[in-house]
């Protein structure tokens, strides 16, 4: 699943390339991709619109509309789940095999949604506050089948980690008389906003700390190593533009170039690049994760 870094970076590439572009068309190819409202209405309602900014809030990115010379207090949140693809595109340039949407640009270009797998979403939603409020408070059909990546994730998000409020003081105070693992925590979107998996284990691997711990027992120097290795993991890999293992791709079509930089996702059975112990692989509450045996504890 793209994490923050692949998010940020696809923010990145499609911001200059979209923003104050209208959007003269809407292409459903696949109803399913579309979580709010029906498809029907999402595609009106989105056709004409014009990109205003592009925002990211954990791992959903955030498209600002505007229907001029008026803002429409729309936006569209797309959650590109674990194999969704938002590619700039040209006209002529072939399509996607897994092409589910497409946003057909004013300057004959275009932005073309993709997914392998099919779990990814895309709402269309009113930015004033008090339908927000009761789009969280709704029980409808439409938004309860979509789950915890669905839009109501958006409201419970916790801090950016890359943000100021994110702190040693912080997390210790979220770790404290925690059972749980200190990966389930960094994981838990409620805590920490747009960390999964990779970036989990990468800044547990730096700041020596086992994964499996139970996040209450962290002292306070090893909660400021892990505060400091997540935000310098995070920061290195959106200047790589993040990690493809397979189908991530930035909003140009490129694959992310922090792959290389891995010490222990996905290298199971290798030396640790610190100590030469082989990277083992673990589970523990219902999470697995990649770790040196030597140098975490």
């Known amino acids: 699943m793209p994490e923050l870094p692949e998010v940020e970076t696809i923010r990145r590439t499609?911001?200059?390339?979209?923003?104050?572009?209208?959007?003269?068309?809407v292409e459903i190819l696949d109803r399913a991709c579309v979580g709010f409202p029906d498809p029907q209405s999402f595609q009106q309602r989105l056709a004409c619109q014009r990109v205003a900014g592009l925002e990211r809030r954990?791992?959903?990115?955030?498209?600002?509309?505007?229907?001029?010379?008026?803002?429409?207090?729309?936006?569209?949140v797309v959650h590109l789940r674990m194999t969704g693809r938002l590619v700039y595109k040209r006209a002529d340039d072939p399509p996607d095999r897994y092409r589910r949407l497409v946003l057909r640009?004013?300057?004959?270009?275009?932005?073309?949604?993709?997914?392998?797998?099919?779990?990814?979403?895309?709402?269309l939603l009113s930015n004033d506050q008090e339908y927000a409020a009761a789009i969280k408070e709704t029980a409808s059909s439409s938004l309860e089948t979509i789950g915890?990546?669905?839009?109501?994730?958006?409201?419970g998000l916790g801090p950016e980690p890359l943000a100021e409020g994110f702190s040693a003081s912080y997390l210790q105070a979220r770790c404290a008389g925690r059972r749980a693992t200190i990966k389930s925590l960094l994981l838990d979107q409620e805590q920490i906003a747009g960390v999964g998996?990779?970036?989990?284990?990468?800044?547990?691997?730096?700041a020596g700390i086992h994964p499996a711990r139970p996040?209450?027992?962290l002292d306070e120097s090893e909660i400021g190593r892990l505060v400091d290795s997540l935000k310098a993991v995070l920061a290195e890999a959106i200047a790589h533009r993040g990690t493809t293992f397979s189908d991530y791709r930035d909003g140009r079509g490129q694959r992310g170039a922090f792959y290389d930089r891995l010490s222990v996702y996905g290298r199971e059975g290798k030396p640790c690049p610190r100590c030469g112990s082989i990277i083992s692989r673990g589970r523990a509450g219902g999470r697995s994760y990649r770790f040196c045996p030597q140098c975490q504890k």
């Open 14 to 25: 499609l911001e200059p390339l979209v923003v104050n572009q209208k959007i003269t068309a």
């Open 58 to 76: 954990g791992k959903y990115l955030i498209w600002e509309l505007t229907r001029q010379p008026q803002p429409s207090g729309l936006v569209l």
């Open 105 to 123: 640009l004013e300057n004959g270009d275009l932005v073309e949604y993709a997914d392998l797998r099919r779990f990814g979403r895309l709402w």
């Open 148 to 155: 915890d990546g669905g839009p109501k994730g958006l409201w």
């Open 197 to 206: 998996s990779i970036y989990a284990d990468e800044a547990l691997f730096r």
């Open 215 to 217: 996040a209450g027992t």
